[in-house]
């Protein structure tokens, strides 16, 4: 059975830092693709950033400079270091994994999230 744990997450003050991962487990096949996807409330569910064959990676232009993602792939592992948070970076952040780009976050390659609050 496929599962996709997310962990890190917490209440960090505008300016700080959290670090995310992700471990997927039951996966009979290297995941080549991850990445983090985060909603915040009232808001639709946006791509954060995603990471090919653990080194081609892409950002959102709101976390930019901000944000790095890595992977081990061997381990099936992606982490999301968040560095000058703030305040609307608040939200749930998923993880997501696929075989590829195209099948990134389909089932059941999705994470039950996990809270990040940027709060003073």
């Known amino acids: 059975q496929v599962q996709l744990v997310e962990s890190g997450g917490g209440l960090v003050q505008p300016g700080g830092s959290l670090t995310l991962s992700c471990v997927a487990s039951?996966?009979?096949?290297?995941?080549?693709?991850m990445g983090w996807y985060r909603q915040a409330p009232g808001k639709q569910r946006e791509l954060v950033a995603y990471?090919?064959?653990?080194?081609?990676?892409n950002y959102a232009d709101s976390v930019k400079g901000r944000f790095t993602i890595s992977a081990e792939t061997a381990k099936n592992t992606v982490y999301l270091q968040m560095n000058s948070l703030k305040i609307e970076d608040t939200g749930v952040y998923y993880c997501?994994?696929?075989?590829?780009?195209?099948?990134?976050?389909?089932?059941?390659?999705w994470g039950q999230g996990t809270q990040v609050t940027v709060s003073a």
């Open positions: 997501a994994a696929g075989l590829n780009r195209q099948t990134m976050g389909q089932a059941p390659y």
């Open positions: 039951g996966s009979r096949h290297t995941l080549n693709a």
């Open positions: 990471i090919l064959s653990g080194r081609i990676t």
